[in-house]
């Protein structure tokens, strides 16, 4: 193989695909990535038989050829050139000479033919998502998966697919977050028979977390197929392939109230900033913080307290309808509720101190006032 292509092109390959490369002390090939020549580019892939990775860049083919090199030892090279030169890169007895400007390596790598099979896609993609909104979505999904392996499918988030969206949950049984997001039909076809067999699916965290990772803020679509518990996501120019997540996902809508005997509307920031200071103040053990809705007084009154610290008192403005509430939460799962609302003000909706409290975006045109479900966390509060 001998081929010339930019540096840029190559640095962003590398990037792209090796952070799917773990450690195998039993397969030390996936400690590799594959490069090969096909159809006049050069395709880079990596894959840790879980989660697998390809993308195509242009380069000038003079040779043929295919080799696998360690992902670490290449990337740490090429992200240490200065910028300017292109790369040319040359294979031959299983050695791979990689030269910029004056900057030249031989690295040692392994036979293309130990590399083990990334699935290819057999169709079309079914659907697609927008970049922007998946974007916005999967950062705040992914902090409320379950770190707990004992619970393989709480280790996912939900996709629950309707005609026109998605419904993406993730749960750690302590809060559930609920985006919906809306889908473009890539092939009504496909689609329609794939949600006639089923319209749930749940995808690896790691998964979301290397499709997060690609996405560029120049991302306009995002095209996904579904293929014999495999799924598909085609971001730019980057294929990650990947497994479903095996089993049967809590049935969480049923958790979500649907009444509330008390709505808030509050300032955002102001409710982030009376629950982080309040969190200095709790105990490292219990982490308490005692909300007070006082629906007369129109506010919120925040506290928190121990033995080893002090006690603070926070008390913010806010529009509240029904009876007065007083909950106890832990704080972080609070500030992670806040944190995912993207408009100014937010909902706070609670029916007794020991059910579960609801976060929801409000929106606001002149003197109208909605609070939208389009993303719904539930937040279980800490019972006396």
């Keep these: 193989m001998k081929i010339i292509c930019t540096q840029e092109n190559f640095k962003k390959a590398i990037y792209n695909t090796e952070r799917v490369i773990g450690k195998q002390a039993t397969l030390p090939i996936l400690e590799n990535i594959l490069l090969e020549t096909e159809k006049g580019m050069l395709k880079i892939s990596a894959t840790n038989l879980e989660i697998g990775v390809f993308l195509k860049i242009g380069a000038k083919i003079e040779k043929e050829g295919k080799i696998t090199i360690p992902a670490k030892l290449v990337s740490s090279f090429v992200n240490n050139l200065p910028p300017g030169d292109n790369i040319?890169?040359?294979?031959?007895?299983?050695?791979?000479?990689?030269?910029?400007?004056?900057?030249?390596?031989?690295?040692?790598?392994l036979s293309a033919q130990e590399f083990p099979i990334i699935p290819e896609l057999g169709d079309e993609f079914m659907f697609s998502f927008s970049g922007e909104e998946l974007r916005e979505a999967l950062p705040k999904l992914l902090t409320c998966v379950s770190l707990d392996g004992t619970r393989p499918e709480l280790g996912g988030v939900n996709f629950v697919f309707s005609e026109d969206k998605v419904s993406m949950a993730s749960t750690d049984s302590f809060r559930l977050l609920e985006i919906k997001v809306g889908i473009k039909k890539e092939s009504d076809e496909r689609f329609a028979a794939f949600i006639s067999k089923t319209?749930?699916?749940i995808i690896p965290a790691n998964t979301l977390a290397e499709v997060f990772r690609v996405i560029s803020l120049e991302t306009k679509?995002?095209?996904?197929?579904?293929?014999?518990?495999?799924?598909?996501?085609?971001i730019d120019n980057v294929r990650i392939v990947s497994r479903l997540v095996n089993g049967k996902y809590p049935e969480y809508k049923q958790i979500i109230p649907k009444n509330f005997s008390t709505k808030t509307i509050v300032g955002k920031e102001e409710l982030l900033r009376a629950v982080k200071i309040a969190s200095f103040f709790t105990s490292n053990k219990s982490g308490e913080v005692d909300l007070k809705l006082i629906s007369k007084e129109g506010k919120i009154e925040i506290k928190a307290e121990s033995e080893?610290?002090?006690?603070?008192?926070?008390?913010?403005?806010?529009?509240?309808?029904?009876?007065?509430?007083?909950?106890i939460f832990n704080p972080r799962y609070i500030i992670d509720g806040i944190n995912s609302i993207s408009t100014p003000r937010l909902a706070l909706l609670a029916n007794s101190a020991a059910s579960p409290a609801v976060i929801r975006m409000v929106q606001e045109k002149e003197e109208e006032i909605k609070i939208v479900d389009r993303l719904t966390y539930v937040v279980m509060p800490i019972k006396n």
Excluded at 90 to 109: F, H, P, T, W
Excluded at 221 to 234: G, L, R, S
Excluded at 308 to 327: F, H, L, P, V
Aim: proline share 0%; charged share 30%.
């Design 88 to 109: 040319q890169i040359e294979a031959s007895d299983q050695v791979l000479k990689i030269r910029s400007g004056g900057y030249k390596a031989n690295i040692k790598g």
């Design 221 to 234: 679509d995002i095209k996904v197929a579904i293929e014999e518990n495999q799924i598909f996501f085609q």
């Design 199 to 201: 319209n749930s699916i």
């Design 308 to 327: 080893e610290k002090g006690e603070n008192k926070t008390e913010i403005k806010a529009g509240i309808e029904g009876g007065d509430q007083e909950i």
